[in-house]
């Protein structure tokens, strides 16, 4: 089946028993008994609720793996992944992965002796100088957050494979109709759903797929024991979500073609930061690994616009932190995203308070460049 049709009728397909076209809401904590040690697949629901089961088959499905498992957020999801490793085991890590991520090795997973360190994973012979005895995986988020870095799946695969360890690839921004990691020689692939998936800013969840069904079983029992799951009812929401996964992207990727080459031929536009915008390499390491650029972009203002009135003068688009869903949202990474880093690190990166990164939405793509033709008028600073 195509991944248009996958997204319809991959994983559950319904309800054999009663023909409902949709899978049910099983709002139930536990399962019936038909005698000892003689149940019908379902015990408990933290172990498995059949909702749950359905949007674990409809991600395995469409990422082409083995086994998918739902949590409770991103977070969750990438913290179950975490757990694979123990004390004395470092993880390779892309510069620029979601903060969280970040949070989450240095302030909590450190603490219990599992180390981590920053690479530059665009440069394959450092990040090889890199892995010793202790590197267990490389964790990699392509294109990165908010500056749209490339980095070459299949590459990173391979030197990881060589050298016996995983490969996590945080596909977020991507979503499996435009990069499936898997099938470029990623162990592990995960998602916030909360984005693009869910794609209607209204659940927080997170899905991990792997291709290896002893590493699957060894994340079942890190979700069963450590109990971050995704509730029925959001599960049921996010497989609504992801049936429109296909049409909602190509209308992404469209606007946001526009809206760039709105922005390119604008003054008030100093920078643009989206996949291979800026880079010949990566753009071709892009079109090799991803089916699209995505619909995630950053720019940066002119000095003669001031960035706050900016932000606060577009009417359609909302100024608010998160990504992927069917409105227009705009944020200030300095200050919101990004606002843990270190100011000077934060310049380091290439992160600058003039910096803005919009999520495109899917509304009329005349009334988005509108919006912000007419709050660039009222940011313009006149000095006269
Ligand atoms: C939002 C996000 C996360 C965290 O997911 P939550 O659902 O908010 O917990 C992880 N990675 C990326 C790339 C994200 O954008």
């Known amino acids: 089946m195509q991944l248009d049709t996958l997204f319809i009728h991959g994983g559950i397909d319904g309800d054999e028993q009663t023909g409902a076209v949709n899978v049910p809401v099983y709002l139930t904590s536990t399962y019936k008994q038909d005698g000892i040690g003689n149940h019908r697949g379902y015990e408990y629901s933290r172990t498995g609720n059949p909702t749950r089961f359905a949007v674990e088959e409809l991600i395995k499905d469409l990422e082409g793996g083995s086994n998918g498992l739902a949590f409770a957020s991103g977070m969750a999801a990438i913290t179950a992944v975490l757990m694979l490793f123990r004390a004395g ?11 969280g991520t970040f949070r989450v090795l240095d302030k909590i997973f450190l603490n219990f002796g599992l180390n981590y360190e920053l690479v530059d994973t665009s440069d394959l012979s450092l990040l090889t100088s890199k892995i010793d005895d202790s590197v267990k995986a490389i964790f990699i988020e392509t294109p990165t957050n908010p500056l749209m870095e490339v980095t070459d799946i299949a590459a990173i695969s391979k030197i990881a494979k060589q050298k016996n360890i995983l490969t996590i690839i945080d596909n977020t921004f991507m979503t499996p109709y435009l990069q499936r990691p898997l099938e470029l020689g990623a162990d592990i692939v995960l998602h916030s759903a909360t984005k693009y998936l869910g794609g209607h800013s209204d659940l927080i969840a997170g899905l991990v797929v792997v291709k290896d069904s002893a590493l699957a079983q060894r994340l079942y029992f890190i979700q069963n024991a450590t109990g971050g799951v995704l509730a029925p009812f959001d599960s049921w929401l996010l497989i609504r979500g992801m049936k429109t996964l296909g049409v909602r992207m190509d209308r992404h990727l469209a606007n946001s073609q526009s809206i760039i080459q709105f922005l390119a031929n604008n003054s008030a536009i100093k920078k643009i930061y989206y996949p291979g915008y800026n880079s010949a390499q990566q753009l071709q390491i892009q079109n090799n690994q991803a089916s699209g650029l995505g619909a995630i972009l950053s720019f940066e203002l002119d000095s003669a616009y001031d ?36 100011v000077h690190i934060r310049h380091q990166l290439g992160i600058s308070d003039r910096l803005i990164r919009l999520s495109v939405g899917i509304e009329s793509v005349d009334d988005l460049i509108n919006d912000i033709q007419v709050a660039l008028n009222i940011a313009r600073i006149h000095n006269d």
Do not use: C, Q, R, W
Request: hydrophobic share 50%; no cysteine; net charge negative.
């Open 307 to 342: 960035v706050n009135i900016f932000l606060t003068s577009l009417k359609l688009i909302t100024l608010a932190e998160s990504l992927g869903g069917i409105e227009s949202l705009i944020s200030h990474p300095a200050s919101m995203t990004h606002a843990a880093i270190p």
């Open 89 to 99: 085991d470092k993880i390779l890590l892309s510069a620029n992965v979601y903060g």
